[in-house]
């Protein structure tokens, strides 16, 4: 059986509301995406095959198949109503109590803190509600944006897989840096 997952999350500034498959959310998303194609695209593959609605709405009916048996958990990051971006605990493993974490913003709204809150208000659930022991996160090594998120959210640097992928962006093989942390060091 899966986890049950909350509908919204509250910070001081932020509402992480799960993204659930409904043409007004692939709509949202689908727009902040297309604005920031360029922004995004060196670090998110997935961009390139995010073309149309249709497709943002396939990918939420796809991804709330993870959801439903408890394996993947997404959410839009808002502020006030705005939405910003995203932030999701995926590859959740109940039995090893781990997961990983994964997130993007919005290029207007880099730099203002709001990716380390939503960090801060997923992992409070992650590590409480959910009963993880072990939350990653991972990123490409050049993306210092992500990384320093990770660095100010306290996980721990753990590795550099080389040459991970290959990036069709920059026409190379690519490293994959890794970060951690665990319940214990949750405060």
Same mark, same amino acid.
């Given at each position: 059986m899966g986890l049950i997952f909350k509908d919204?999350?509250?910070?001081?500034?932020?509402?992480?509301?799960?993204?659930?498959?409904?043409?007004?959310?692939?709509?949202?998303?689908?727009?902040?995406?297309?604005a920031n194609r360029q922004h995004l695209k060196p670090w998110m593959p997935w961009v390139d095959l995010t073309l149309t609605v249709e497709d943002t709405m396939k990918y939420l009916f796809e991804k709330e198949v993870d959801t439903l048996k408890g394996e993947k958990v997404e959410y839009g990051i808002f502020i006030n109503d705005e939405y910003i971006g995203n932030i999701s605990v995926f590859d959740i493993n109940q039995k090893n109590q781990s997961a990983e974490m994964g997130y993007w913003l919005s290029a207007d709204h880099v730099r203002k803190g709001y990716m380390t809150e939503a960090v801060q208000i997923l992992?409070? %659930?992650? *590590?409480t509600h959910l009963n993880l022991n072990r939350i990653q996160i991972c990123c490409d090594e050049q993306n210092q944006a992500s990384a320093g998120v990770a660095k100010k959210c306290g996980?721990?640097?753990?590795?550099?897989?080389?040459?991970?992928?290959?990036? %069709?962006? *920059?026409?190379?093989?690519r490293n994959k840096i890794f970060f951690s942390k665990l319940r214990s060091e949750y405060k």
């Open positions: 919204q999350l509250k910070g001081e500034r932020l509402i992480l509301k799960r993204t659930i498959p409904t043409l007004e959310m692939a709509k949202t998303m689908f727009i902040v995406i297309d992992e409070k %659930e992650a *590590f996980y721990k640097y753990e590795g550099n897989l080389r040459e991970y992928r290959f990036s %069709e962006y *920059f026409g190379e093989f």
